[in-house]
């Protein structure tokens, strides 16, 4: 059995020695509050990869951001099939996406960067979606068959995704509708005049979009490129 005294004296003793501590605390510790859980120190980036790819294609690419400063949870890559139809089916799966990242991240906004027929997916979303415009602070198209190419009239017949990217199709009257850059979002695109998958060349740029030439790259080699790669952080950190 503990003496009455000592009770008394380990009582003092304890709230004496937490004030002591608070007074060793760092001044910037002061009233800190830990971030909330999934907070990202930079805007969230969707990755989004172009037709007959899969989200490997970025790899190049995330490794460049990660050198930036991102890390592993504020990169990300939608992977989806790119046989489907642009509006019908592969926009409300992005936006479906989108909205995962946010509720994991804890962000209000993501930015977009995509690839080739990528780019009609996520123009499509950021237009017509409701929570598009709203959920998306930069648009970066590289090497996007914004007005349609001709090379994809080779696979029309039976692939629905080539149809959406052939010249005046259903989907490129839409886009190009009114407004090709709505909104507050900013946008900009990356073309090269030695593309041999974008035909004309003059279908990636788009009105009220920083528009870059990229100087003569294939298709695939905008998504690899130095000089692109840092154009695109640069861009997203405007």
Known sequence: MSKPGFRLRARIAVPLLAAVASLLLPTSAVGAQAPPRGAAAHVPVVFVHGYNADPGVWGGLREDFKADGYTDAELFSFGYDTHRSVNEVLAGELAAYVEGVKRRTGADRVDLVAHSFGSLVTRWYVKFD?????????????????????????????????????????????????????????????????????????????????????????????LGDDAVSRGVRAFLRS
């Open 130 to 222: 409701a929570a598009g415009q709203a959920s998306v602070a930069h648009w970066v198209s590289l090497a996007g068959p914004n007005h349609g190419t001709g090379t994809a009239w080779a696979c029309a017949l039976w692939d629905q995704a080539c149809r959406d990217m052939t010249p005046g199709s259903y989907v490129q009257k839409g886009l190009a509708a009114g407004d090709e850059t709505p909104g507050s979002v900013r946008y900009a695109t990356w073309w090269s005049n030695c593309d041999e998958v974008i035909n004309p060349d003059s279908s990636v740029p788009l009105t009220g979009a920083t528009n870059n030439a990229a100087g003569c790259l294939d298709h695939n080699e905008l």
